[in-house]
T-cell receptor, first 113, second 114 residues
């Protein structure tokens, strides 16, 4: 069974440019998460989806970050415009609501110059 | 709010040594507790979990016991191997298993030398 797939794995952009990350969760997982992981820190939740509904986006900086999960499957996280402080790893995870175990993708590492 | 505190790394041990990585938490009620591991170049993987007080989670020779009285969930292994080198994250969730999202510690980098 395929795991959580994220792309791109690495992205280097200049500040003020836009960037987007894509996530394909494990088939059948109705809950999808985006986490931010800064260097030397643990992951921090940005947004959680139940199917296509964002049920917790309290930690998402909405002035520059946006996310969507059309049709309740794939998800995209966008940053526009990017700032130097956005350099980090963006992790996607999914879970099947009943078990609650989170499965993580390998992450997308963003470097903003 | 909820928080998790882990011992600082890196932790460097020789092969076959005994491992303890300390983890304490702050939460209301009875959270579920987890250890995740991140091997180089890979995503985080669930290592073990415990959902109520005095439960012991175990996997791949690792163990952790949910101690409500000391709000701790220390990770232990009797004899580590080079292949155990990774970053270990302690995490908690609201009661129910984690589907509402996890609060992570900062991670502990473990280095096992042959």
């Amino acid at each position: 069974e395929a795991g959580v797939v994220q792309s791109p794995r690495y992205k280097i952009i200049e500040k003020k440019q836009p960037v987007a990350f894509w996530c394909n969760p494990i088939s059948g997982h109705n809950t999808l998460y985006w986490y931010l992981q800064n260097l030397g820190q643990g992951p921090e939740l940005l947004i959680r989806y139940e199917n296509e509904e964002a049920v917790d986006d309290s930690q998402l900086p909405k002035d520059r970050f946006s996310a969507e999960r059309l049709k309740g499957v794939d998800s995209t996280l966008k940053i526009q415009p990017a700032e130097l402080g956005d350099s980090a790893v963006y992790l996607c995870a999914s879970s099947f609501r009943v078990t609650g175990e989170l499965f993580f993708g390998e992450g997308s590492r963003l470097t903003v110059l | 709010g909820n928080s998790v505190t882990q011992m600082e790394g890196p932790v460097t041990l020789s092969e076959e040594a005994f491992l303890t990585i300390n983890c304490t938490y702050t939460a209301t009620g009875y959270p579920s507790l987890f250890w995740y591991v991140q091997y180089p170049g890979e995503g985080l993987q669930l290592l073990l979990k415990a959902t109520k007080a005095d439960d012991k989670g175990s996997n791949k020779g690792f163990e952790a016991t949910y101690r409500k009285e000391t709000t701790s969930f220390h990770l232990e292994k009797g004899s580590v191997q080079v292949s155990d080198s990774a970053v270990y994250f302690c995490a908690l969730s609201e009661p129910g298993g984690g589907a509402d999202g996890l609060t992570f510690g900062k991670g502990t980098h473990l280095i096992i030398q042959p």
